[in-house]
């Protein structure tokens, strides 16, 4: 949970909060994350992720699952819009849910199994970061 | 032939036949006969006097109506030449030849017989045999036939009418204004298992369930209010207990001055019916939640997998790591991905065959639709250094669709193309309208497919013959179902060993129903 200050892309730090229950996955886009020089918290359920949004500082994006033990991801986000220095911070769904949720107060939904360079791209995006390498022409 | 040396009286006349008073039969007394006459044509029914010899003396003006001739064609003839010698009916032959000359009397004799012209009578006929007036004294028989051929027929309907109701199947029961049983067929015994004696005069509220109680009344009521009950599906109780499952059609029995005076009611049991409704229900529902749960679980762990090998792949120097391990690594990580493909298949099959799928509708510019599947299968297509062409025609317009899926319609078209052209071959991208319809066009210069193969690609399970190309063969079944829910038409047309060109087409759109997501490719 701790913040890692990798700092190998040499671009500013920016931090992401990955809500996930699966270790694997959690801790594979943890380690994708900070390969790309990303500052990453994680959390394993809704709670969690409310508890560490509310002690960090401010992150540019969460990604969510959104089937979750505990509080799952929709709760979250209802969670979360009550409580003002959290609410605007902005949420990609990260699912392999059959039935496209809703996306009133999400930023963007990335389907399982996670295709990493689309979700690099968008991640960039959202941070700020300019996407340098242009895969296709 | 004709007989009739008079044309004057056309047979079929609709006018009253003029029958000539003037003429004597019977009577010396003109008075006598005059008063006879018109007691003669005052009579309803047709009435024929025929002399000892059994010709026609004179018939009533109901007779010649009735039976379709006039006084010239009958008049002086034996009766059973009359009419193209229609009348030689045997029976009526052996009642005047043998019974009258005996018994003098024959009463309500039933005659069936199809005439040429008119077709076919039922006849009861009555005959005297009497003595003319004095001084002739002649013997003369008076032959009365009354005409039933309707009321018979009209029994012969109620009775199969009758027959219908007893034998059907379904339960047939009427009942009065306070729901007393009037009557109760055989489908009723079998229905509710009493018998007609023990139903009848019982109140049908004896076939309410527990769970319907006073039903049956309330919906006499809003008989006698005037509303309809049509195949309303409840649950009654039978004589053994068992509740069932039926479907009534419930109708009010007038009198003939319009008051309500009770109810008919044709109840069916669909308890069969219904418990295999909810099994096929449960059936379907247990399969998709199946197949939801299987492919859900999948994902996960397949999840693990892709990201796991696209990280090693990331972390592993290129220089320390073998080509080999790099080449196991992307085996791993295409069939992993290639499962991820075929779950997501089977669940958007689950989803077509349950009828459940929605769509989330926007107006969608055609154009930005094909650029942005031709731009998701670059990466292939630049793999095999295949060009794609493309011939999108201007100003194409727009299509209602839910953007999403017709961009996996399209993509599985496109990536199939791309999937079975060689190396640096062409594959041609056409857009154009065809009236009110946009149609997409995706030429390949694969193998083709054998004639006889091109009825089925677009089944479930349908897959090339060509072992290296291994999918869920679900890809053409799922963007025919995709184009169909969006009301457009699939086809495909090859040769074999000349390439492929699969197409659909959607209709255009003439008004914009919410404005479509931008979503930016690449």
Same mark, same amino acid.
């Given at each position: 949970m701790a913040a890692l200050d990798t700092q190998t892309s040499g671009h500013t730090c920016k931090s992401i909060l990955v809500v996930e229950d699966e270790p694997t996955i959690r801790e594979n886009l943890k380690m994708l994350l900070e390969l790309e020089g990303f500052s990453v918290y994680t959390a394993s359920n809704g709670e969690e992720g409310l508890k560490v949004l509310r002690t960090i500082p401010r992150p540019c994006l969460v990604l969510l699952d959104l089937l979750m033990p505990v509080m799952n991801g929709m709760e979250f986000m209802e969670a979360k819009s009550h409580e003002i220095t959290i609410a605007a911070i902005p949420v990609c769904f990260v699912s392999g849910v059959a039935e496209k949720p809703d996306m009133s107060k999400a930023a963007a939904f990335v389907k399982k199994p996670i295709e990493f360079g689309g979700l690099l791209k968008f991640v960039r995006q959202y941070c700020g970061i300019p996407n340098k390498e242009a895969k296709n022409p | 032939m004709s007989n009739s040396n008079d044309d004057k009286e056309p047979k079929n006349s609709e006018k009253p036949l003029d029958v000539p008073h003037k003429r004597r039969f019977i009577f010396t007394d003109t008075d006598a006969e005059d008063l006879f006459l018109s007691i003669m044509n005052t009579a309803r029914d047709p009435l024929v006097i025929l002399d000892e010899e059994l010709r026609v003396r004179i018939g009533n003006i109901s007779f010649y109506k009735n039976f379709h001739v006039n006084p010239a064609e009958t008049d002086g003839r034996l009766i059973f030449d009359i009419g193209n010698g229609q009348w030689n009916i045997s029976k009526l032959r052996s009642l005047l030849e043998e019974i009258l000359p005996t018994k003098k009397t024959f009463d309500d004799f039933e005659v069936d017989h199809e005439f040429q012209e008119i077709g076919r009578k039922v006849m009861l006929l009555n005959?005297?045999?009497?003595? /003319?007036?004095?001084?002739?004294?002649?013997?003369?028989?008076?032959? @009365? +036939?009354?005409?039933?051929?309707?009321?018979?027929?009209?029994?012969? &309907?109620?009775? &199969?009418?009758?027959?219908?109701?007893q034998f059907s199947d379904d339960a047939i029961i009427s009942k009065t204004k306070n729901g007393v049983i009037t009557t109760w067929n055989e489908g009723a015994e079998a229905i509710f298992g009493y018998t007609k004696s023990e139903a009848? /005069?019982?109140?049908?509220?004896?076939?309410?369930?527990?769970?319907?109680? /006073?039903?049956?009344?309330?919906?006499?009521?809003?008989?006698?209010? $005037?509303?309809?009950?049509?195949?309303?599906?409840?649950? &009654?109780?039978?004589?053994? /207990?068992?509740?069932?499952?039926?479907?009534?059609?419930?109708?009010?029995?007038?009198?003939?001055?319009?008051?309500?005076? $009770?109810?008919?009611?044709? @109840? &069916?049991?669909?308890?069969?019916?219904?418990?295999?409704?909810?099994?096929?229900?449960?059936?379907?529902?247990?399969?998709?939640?199946?197949?939801?749960?299987?492919?859900?679980?999948?994902?996960?762990?397949?999840?693990?997998?892709?990201?796991?090998?696209?990280?090693?792949?990331?972390?592993?120097?290129?220089?320390? $790591?073998?080509?080999?391990a790099q080449k196991l690594l992307d085996n791993i990580y295409v069939a992993a991905h290639r499962m991820a493909r075929i779950t997501s298949d089977l669940?958007?099959?689950?989803?077509?065959?349950? $009828?459940?799928?929605?769509?989330?509708?926007?107006?969608?510019? @055609?154009?930005?639709? +094909?650029?942005?599947?031709?731009?998701?299968?670059?990466?292939?297509?630049?793999?095999?250094a295949i060009r794609i062409e493309k011939h999108i025609a201007e100003e194409i317009g727009d299509i209602v669709c839910d953007r999403d899926r017709m961009v996996q319609a399209l993509l599985n078209l496109l990536n199939n193309a791309i999937k079975f052209t060689g190396e640096g071959g062409v594959i041609g991208v056409d857009v154009y309208r065809v009236n009110d319809q946009i149609r997409f066009q995706i030429k390949d210069t694969g193998c083709g497919i054998p004639a006889e193969q091109l009825p089925h690609v677009f089944e479930r399970f349908w897959q090339a013959k060509h072992k290296q190309y291994l999918g869920s063969g679900l890809g053409l079944y799922i963007t025919k179902s995709i184009v169909e829910t969006h009301g457009g038409k699939v086809g495909v047309e090859s040769r074999d060993g000349e390439g492929s060109t699969f197409y659909f087409t959607l209709p255009v759109s003439n008004k914009a129903i919410t404005t479509a997501p931008a979503t930016k490719a690449a």
């Open positions: - | 005959a005297r045999q009497v003595v /003319g007036p004095a001084p002739v004294s002649e013997k003369l028989i008076l032959l @009365a +036939i009354e005409d039933v051929t309707e009321k018979t027929a009209a029994i012969e &309907r109620a009775r &199969r009418l009758a027959n219908i109701v009848i /005069g019982k109140s049908i509220e004896m076939l309410d369930a527990p769970e319907t109680k /006073g039903e049956t009344m309330r919906i006499i009521n809003r008989i006698i209010g $005037g509303e309809v009950v049509h195949n309303f599906e409840t649950k &009654r109780i039978r004589k053994d /207990g068992r509740i069932i499952e039926v479907s009534v059609s419930i109708s009010p029995i007038k009198d003939t001055a319009g008051n309500v005076i $009770g109810a008919s009611k044709i @109840a &069916r049991d669909i308890t069969v019916v219904k418990q295999l409704e909810r099994q096929r229900d449960q059936a379907l529902k247990a399969r998709e939640e199946l197949i939801a749960v299987v492919s859900h679980e999948l994902k996960n762990p397949l999840t693990t997998i892709t990201s796991s090998v696209d990280l090693a792949k990331r972390v592993l120097p290129l220089e320390k $790591g073998p080509e080999k669940l958007d099959v689950s989803k077509f065959e349950s $009828g459940h799928f929605p769509l989330e509708l926007a107006t969608v510019e @055609a154009i930005t639709l +094909i650029e942005e599947v031709i731009t998701l299968s670059l990466p292939l297509a630049l793999d095999k």
